[in-house]
């Protein structure tokens, strides 16, 4: 695929349409804002090198879940995105999602393993914990409302059994569940012992099996029959 521009910023390379580069120079202000922080929590010391790839153009775009004024994914470089200036996102919901492609990228190839099977709800809560997507849920009375909203009326879910390739993430409200159990980890563990839960699959698998239910518990919410 060919990009207008290509621009070196220490260890992160964006290659882009001529027409992103106002956003794209604002991206990388963002990413350098945030890249420390994101290392640091998931204590990745290396200097990834990291490729993102930004484009305006429909044709390019290769929507993966259809079409949407910003769509990405991550692969075994870093982050591919399409950008729409002219829809209904804000610049800061792609900054984030641009960010949240990256934590995909970095966990995998710098934490837990390139070589390992994808645990989906670990890999989705960490990108939207880490990139702050729901960082208006930092506010205790919202994020009880959020807890309640979406634990109250659920019952023996295995996070384990949702995945994207059937749909079932996004048909079980995968994304706000995953970002409940990641948090919860990450609230009720020292940074080190986080860390050390989010490398080992044998430990994510056994806590994705009741996790939910154990949260469910600790804030008295029970399912009505």
């Known amino acids: ?5 290509s621009i070196k ?23 350098n ?18 490729i993102v790839a930004l484009t305006d153009d429909e044709e390019k775009a290769g929507f993966v879940y259809g079409k949407s004024s ?9 982050a591919f995105a399409y950008i729409n200036l002219n829809g209904n996102k804000t610049k800061e919901y792609m900054f984030k999602g641009l960010i949240h492609e990256l934590i995909h990228y970095l966990y995998k190839y710098y934490v837990y393993g390139k070589d390992k099977e994808r645990i989906t709800w ?13 960082d208006d849920l930092n506010n205790k009375e919202k994020y009880n409302l959020f807890l309640e909203g979406n634990l ?5 879910i295995n996070l384990n059994e949702l995945n994207h390739n059937d749909r079932s993430f996004g048909n079980n409200n995968g994304y706000n569940l995953s970002y409940i159990a990641i948090r919860h980890l990450y609230e009720t563990h ?16 056994e806590i994705g099996n009741t996790i939910i239910n154990q949260i469910k518990k600790c804030n008295n919410f029970y399912t009505l029959s």
């Open 1 to 5: 695929m060919n990009f207008d521009l």
């Open 9 to 31: 910023n220490n260890d992160l390379t964006i290659f882009c349409s001529k027409s992103l580069e106002n956003f794209l120079n604002e991206f990388i202000n963002y990413y």
């Open 33 to 50: 804002e945030n890249i420390e922080r994101v290392k640091e929590e998931l204590s990745i010391s290396q200097k990834p090198k990291i």
């Open 70 to 78: 910003f769509s990405g994914f991550f692969n075994d470089k870093g």
């Open 122 to 134: 670990v890999d989705e809560g960490l990108a939207q914990f880490f990139s702050k997507q729901k």
């Open 152 to 156: 109250k009326f659920i019952d023996n």
């Open 190 to 205: 020292s940074h080190e012992e986080f860390v050390e839960i989010i490398k080992s699959e044998e430990r994510l698998l």
